[in-house]
T-cell receptor
Framework: GEKVEQHESTLSVREGDSAVINCTYTDTASSYFPWYKQEAGKSLHFVIDIRSNVDRKQSQRLIVLLDKKAKRFSLHITATQPEDSAIYFCAASMTNSGTYQRFGTGTKLQVVP | EAAVTQSPRSKVAVTGGKVTLSCHQTNNHDYMYWYRQDTGHGLRLIHYSYVADSTEKGDIPDGYKASRPSQENFSLILELASLSQTAVYFC???????????FGPGTRLLVL
């Protein structure tokens, strides 16, 4: 089955700098790659996704890049702010199917002033 | 905004005891999921369901049972709780034809 690896377990950046979180996946059939954010003591919520028909997607300060050849996708957070501090999870699945999303192990991002 | 609620929010159980975690969604979603979160493991899927009265095994179903008596409700049952089942449990729902999952607030389970 699909395996998703999230390479950075922790990441610390200065406020205003960019943060990059990298994930790889194994199943070439995966075509949907969402990112979820978990703030301290809270649940997860969706922040951005990318589908395999594009290689870049941006939503305000969040950019997701997808390299299908390398089976790698990444979340870029530009102009980081303290409220970006959280655990970020990547996931992978086939779209609109009966399968489910496999999650990475999470990256704890700390934005320091 | 989609709404998924879980009860209880936290629980202390004894080893060998029975534990039932409940999840309720008002999103009219067909798919519901139970995950456990452990440090270093991220989220791992235990059971899921795409229709009432039917459940499917996820990646780590051993030691857990699930029940989906209605579209809105999905329970996770630990018949004989063990120390290794101490974790935070999240329920999520997803609509058919949609990809985004909506998570509940989580249940913190401590098995002693």
């Amino acid at each position: 089955g699909e395996k998703v690896e999230q390479h950075e377990s922790t990441l610390s950046v200065r406020e205003g700098d960019s943060a990059v979180i990298n994930c790889t996946y194994t199943d070439t059939a995966s075509s949907y790659f969402p990112w979820y954010k978990q703030e301290a003591g809270k649940s997860l919520h969706f922040v951005i996704d990318i589908r395999s028909n594009v290689d870049r997607k941006q939503s305000q300060r969040l950019i997701v890049l997808l390299d299908k050849k390398a089976k790698r996708f990444s979340l870029h957070i530009t102009a980081t702010q303290p409220e970006d501090s959280a655990i970020y999870f990547c996931a992978a699945s086939m779209t609109n199917s009966g399968t489910y999303q496999r999650f990475g192990t999470g990256t704890k991002l700390q934005v320091v002033p | 905004e989609a709404a998924v609620t879980q009860s209880p929010r936290s629980k202390v159980a004894v080893t060998g005891g029975k534990v039932t975690l409940s999840c309720h969604q008002t999103n009219n979603h067909d798919y519901m999921y139970w995950y456990r979160q452990d440090t270093g493991h991220g989220l791992r899927l235990i059971h899921y369901s795409y229709v009432a009265d039917s459940t499917e095994k996820g990646d780590i179903p051993d030691g857990y049972k699930a029940s989906r008596p209605s579209q809105e409700n999905f329970s996770l049952i630990l018949e004989l709780a063990s120390l290794s089942q101490t974790a935070v449990y999240f329920c999520a729902s997803r609509g058919t034809g949609q990809d985004t999952q909506y998570f509940g607030p989580g249940t913190r389970l401590l098995v002693l």
